[in-house]
């Protein structure tokens, strides 16, 4: 078998479903299969695999194993000769893994490491950590108070020596999307099981590194993932962050007093703007438009455009839209072009999955991601 593609889940079952949705298009001509792993969500997450997606395998785990462990348990199963660790809240291109697979790098294929691409968040922006370096403490700094947005002399934790439109060699990759020979990932022994949240695939990366490996961040296929860096920018995600970074430290380097100092100054700065912040990522929807082939007809709470061709499409920049896409009228690698295409800050867009009838999506990279059931 050519790829096993690794989902792990949590109590997400809606955004679960539109990623196997894309990924069952995207598998089509390859020789792999599917593995969700669940860590006990208390949702029907389980319930909509056994009715709508019977033929992919499904681990149900009796409690919550966290993100190394599950992803551990479901490589010891998998079957293909690469594998793809994938986040359920992510939307694949039809042609996104055999993209990666066919491509020709420029790294000898024995020393080829973690294979990642471009992520885009739900509307459309890329999302700088699809390629990281390593996060030392001068690194971690340089990100956590933003001076990678002055000057790429400040550009190391963001691997800013690469556009997003550039293919080449990184130290780190997200966790969200990482394709890899399975022999490798069992050789480095896998996702760290005592890795604290933030750190698990930065850890993966550098350890594969360590082995001589080169990893790839590959621009020439797009990937949406709803939550971004998933948790506002608060106090308690830097918490959570610097955790990370100073078990990261400990395992690899030493514990680091300069960046545990920093981060307290830095969560006393993103409590007095994040009130301000959040205000600023809330638009009032004007219209909406919904692209479909098909005779749909949605309930939504303000006036609504029918288009069926993405020609059609004219844009009011004094106004708030939301434009909707009917994944059987169009494929996802559409879908994300249009995306990326049209990203505007008055712009927001969601799918619709006729199948359970909803609309699912995310308005900003640090949104958790919206589910409207009709």
Excluded at 135 to 148: E, M, N, R
Excluded at 174 to 182: D, E, H, P, S
Excluded at 273 to 295: G, T
Aim: proline content about 2%.
């Amino acid at each position: 078998m050519q790829l096993s593609v690794i989902i792990l889940n949590y109590n997400v079952r809606y955004f679960l479903e539109q990623c196997l949705l894309s990924v069952q298009k995207a598998l089509e001509n390859l020789d792999a299969e599917i593995i969700v792993v669940d860590n006990n969500s208390s949702d029907d997450s389980c319930l909509m695999m056994k009715q709508l997606f019977p033929q992919i395998t499904l681990i149900e785990n009796k409690e919550n194993l966290g993100f190394p462990k599950g992803n551990n348990i479901a490589v010891e199963q998998a079957k293909g000769e690469y594998i793809c660790i994938l986040n359920p809240d992510t939307v694949v291109a039809e042609d996104t893994f055999a993209k990666i697979l066919n491509s020709k790098f420029q790294i000898p294929n024995s020393q080829l490491g973690i294979i990642g691409c471009k992520l885009i968040d739900g509307t459309g922006n890329f999302l700088p950590e699809s390629k990281r370096g390593v996060p030392t403490p001068w690194v971690a700094f340089t990100k956590i108070f933003g001076l990678y947005k002055i000057s790429k002399l400040f550009g190391k934790y963001y691997a800013q020596h690469l556009s997003e439109d550039q293919s080449g060699e990184v130290d780190i990759l997200v966790g969200a999307f990482m394709m890899m020979k399975r022999d490798l990932y069992i050789k480095v022994g896998g996702f760290d099981e005592n890795c604290f949240m933030y750190s698990d695939d930065i850890d993966l990366s550098y350890m594969i590194q360590k082995l001589g490996n080169d990893n790839f961040y590959f621009h020439e296929t797009s990937v949406i993932h709803y939550k971004g860096e998933s948790t506002v920018r608060d106090e308690k995600y830097l918490e959570r962050f610097r955790d990370a970074m100073q078990f990261f430290y400990k395992k690899h380097f030493k514990k680091s007093f300069f960046f545990d100092n920093f981060i307290q100054i830095g969560s006393f700065l993103f409590a007095i703007f994040k009130q301000k912040r959040a205000q600023k990522l809330n638009n009032e929807i004007d219209k909406y438009i919904v692209f479909s082939k098909n005779k749909i007809q949605l309930n939504l709470n303000k006036p609504i455009e029918y288009l069926t061709d993405f020609e059609q499409f004219k844009f009011n920049k004094n106004s708030n839209i939301e434009i909707v896409f009917d994944t059987n009228s169009f494929s996802f690698a559409e879908i994300i072009r249009f995306m990326e295409k049209h990203k505007s800050k008055n712009i927001t867009f969601k799918n619709y999955i006729s199948q359970s009838n909803y609309l699912i999506g995310s308005n900003n990279s640090t949104d958790r991601g919206e589910v409207l059931i009709f």
